[in-house]
């Protein structure tokens, strides 16, 4: 799924092509290697036409660093991706 969300997600993420709702926020626990400060979000992505909100492409988790940065890789970890119609969900 991150191979997916990386090669359809992330350029319209970059391109400012999708809006970004944060879902949840809350502190980031320090177990999963993260500073003090740090917060952790679950974040929904999506498409926007004609300024009206229409379909959900993606949720992913993020950490937020003190500086602002993405923590851990880098980059949202998907949880879910809409793509040519098709929902692909993580299973946990």
Do not use: C
């Not at 500086?67 to 299973?91: F, I, M, N, R, T």
């Amino acid at each position: 799924m991150q191979d997916l969300f990386n090669r359809v997600v992330l350029p319209r993420i970059e391109a400012k092509e999708l809006l970004e709702v944060v879902e949840r926020e809350g502190s980031a626990s320090p177990r999963f290697g993260q500073p003090p400060k740090a917060r952790s979000q679950m974040v929904s992505y999506w498409e926007v036409a004609g300024g009206k909100i229409g379909t959900k492409v993606a949720i992913a988790h993020r950490y937020i660093l003190p500086d602002g940065s993405l923590g851990a890789s880098g980059k949202p970890d998907p949880k879910s991706v809409k793509h040519e119609g098709q929902l692909y969900l993580l299973k946990r």
